[in-house]
C-alpha cells in the first residue's frame, strides 16, 4: 500500500448489516441507512438532523423543566455545553490529569492477575474503566459497591420497561431501583462533597451550572455508559487482536506510544463498539454530493449510519479497508478511526482518553511474563446501537514459584 505501513490482520466482529454498496439505501421499515463515509459525515454534522434512538422518546416526555442529559439535547444550548466541557478532554489534560489515574488502575488489576494466575478479562478491562472514568466525572466518594451497581444498571440483556404486561412492571422497577443505588451510593455523596468545596471535575462543574443533584445523576449516568462500559469493550477487543495476531503484536509491542496510538485506532475503526448511530431530520436534508443523483431526505424521517459499513468506506480509508494498517493514507478530513467516535455536535469527547487509558492497560499486560488467552471471547450484540460485548476471555500468565 503506498505510503503506508504494513497491514495486519481482519475484522473480527461482523454485524448482522447489509453490506450493499449503496452509500445511502431505504430499509424495509421505511429507515434510511447510510454506508458512505462522506454522506454519514453530512448527516452527522447537518443542523438539519437531531438524535434519535437510545431511549430519546422517553427523555422527550420528562417536564418540560427537567434538563436533559448532554447526549439528548441538540442546538444552540448543546453546543454551548460541550465548548465548557472541552477543557476536560483535551490531549493535554488526559495526559496531565488522567494518566497516573490510568496507570494507578492498570497496576492494581495486572497485581491481582499476577498473584491468581488467570482473571476474565472483562473483568480486568471494566475495573479500570470504572475508576478512570469516576476520576474524570468526578464520583470519588462512593460507598463500597460501585461496579456491582453499574453492572445491574447496564445489563448484558435489557428487558422494555412499561405498564402493560409482568415484564414491562418488571422492568420499570428494576431501572428505577437502579437508579436509586446509584443516586444514593455515588452521585449523592459526590455532589455533597463539592457543594462544601469544588473541584476540577465535571460535577462541580454541572453544580456551576445550577443542575440539581437527579439532573447530575443523569449526566452521570450518560458519561458513565461512554466512558465505562464502551471503553471496556474497546480495551477487549483490541486484546482479542493481538492475541490472534502475533505480526501485529510484536509491531504493537515494538512501537513508540504514538505507534501503538496508531494500532489501536485502526482496530477502533476496524471493529467500532458502536455500530449503529442515528439521526432524525426536522428540514430536508442533501444527500447527493460527489456529482450523484439528487438525492433528499425529507423532514422527519430516521436515518442510521452504519459504522462498521462507513468505516469501510474505500473512497475515505483507502485500499484494503478490511486490514489493519497503523498510519494508512486516508482521504483528506478522514479521521484515523474513521467515524468510530462520530463527528458533528455529539461526536465523543473522550476519545483521547479511551485511546490512551486503552493503551496504557494494554501495552502492561503484554508484558506480563508468559500472557496467554486461555479462553477466547464470546460475541453478543445491543441491537438498539449495533455494539458488542465481549465475554467469558479468560486470560493467563505464569505466577511466581
Not at 71 to 99: I, K, M, S
Not at 114 to 119: D, K, L
Not at 176 to 197: I, K, M, Q, S
Not at 257 to 270: D, F, P, Q
Request: a neutral charge; proline letters at 5%; aromatic letters at 6%.
Amino acid at each position: 500500500m503506498d505510503g503506508e505501513g504494513s497491514s495486519y490482520g481482519h475484522r473480527r466482529i461482523e454485524r448482522e448489516t447489509t453490506a450493499a454498496d449503496c452509500p445511502v439505501s431505504r430499509a424495509d421499515d421505511g429507515s434510511w441507512q447510510v454506508r458512505g463515509y462522506d454522506e454519514a459525515r453530512t448527516v452527522l454534522r447537518s443542523t438539519a438532523t437531531v438524535q434519535a434512538g437510545l431511549g430519546i422518546e422517553t427523555v422527550e416526555n420528562l417536564p418540560s423543566r427537567i434538563r436533559r442529559p448532554v447526549l439528548y439535547r441538540d442546538g444552540p444550548e448543546h453546543r454551548e455545553h460541550r465548548r465548557q466541557t472541552a477543557r476536560f478532554f483535551t490531549p493535554r489534560r488526559v495526559d496531565e490529569h488522567y494518566r497516573d489515574v490510568m496507570d494507578r488502575a492498570t497496576r492494581a488489576q495486572l497485581n491481582q492477575l499476577t498473584s491468581t494466575g488467570r482473571a476474565l478479562l472483562s473483568e480486568l478491562t471494566f475495573n479500570v474503566a470504572i475508576e478512570v472514568a469516576c476520576a474524570v466525572i468526578g464520583l470519588t466518594e462512593s460507598r463500597p459497591g460501585i461496579k456491582r451497581r453499574l453492572e445491574r444498571f447496564f445489563p448484558e440483556r435489557f428487558g422494555t420497561p412499561g405498564l402493560t404486561s409482568l415484564h414491562g412492571i418488571y422492568w420499570m422497577m428494576r431501572q428505577c431501583t437502579n437508579w436509586l443505588r446509584v443516586y444514593l451510593g455515588d452521585v449523592r455523596p459526590a455532589v455533597r462533597a463539592r457543594r462544601r468545596g469544588r473541584r476540577d471535575d465535571l460535577i462541580s462543574h454541572l453544580l456551576d451550572e445550577g443542575c440539581s443533584t437527579n439532573e447530575i445523576l443523569g449526566e452521570c449516568l450518560t458519561f458513565a455508559a461512554a466512558g465505562m462500559v464502551t471503553t471496556r469493550e474497546f480495551i477487549s477487543a483490541a486484546a482479542w487482536h493481538l492475541f490472534s495476531d502475533a505480526a501485529l503484536l510484536t509491531h504493537y509491542q515494538t512501537a513508540h506510544e504514538a505507534g501503538r496510538i496508531a494500532v489501536l485506532t485502526e482496530i477502533l475503526r476496524l471493529d467500532p463498539v458502536i455500530g449503529r448511530l442515528s439521526r432524525r431530520t426536522i428540514e430536508p436534508l442533501d444527500l447527493s454530493g460527489n456529482g450523484d443523483a439528487a438525492l433528499t431526505v425529507p423532514t422527519g424521517e430516521r436515518i442510521d449510519i452504519l459504522v462498521d459499513r462507513t468505516n469501510l468506506d474505500e473512497r475515505a480509508v483507502g485500499r484494503q479497508p478490511q486490514r489493519i494498517c497503523p498510519g494508512r493514507a486516508m482521504s483528506e478530513g478522514t479521521g484515523s478511526p474513521a467515524l468510530s467516535f462520530g463527528d458533528g455536535p455529539h461526536k465523543c469527547p473522550g476519545m483521547h482518553i479511551a485511546l490512551l487509558e486503552t493503551d496504557v492497560f494494554l501495552s502492561s499486560l503484554f508484558a506480563l511474563p508468559g500472557l496467554r488467552m486461555a479462553t477466547p471471547p464470546t460475541i453478543s450484540f445491543i441491537d438498539g446501537i449495533g455494539s458488542y460485548e465481549l465475554r467469558h476471555c479468560v486470560v493467563e500468565v505464569d505466577t511466581a514459584p
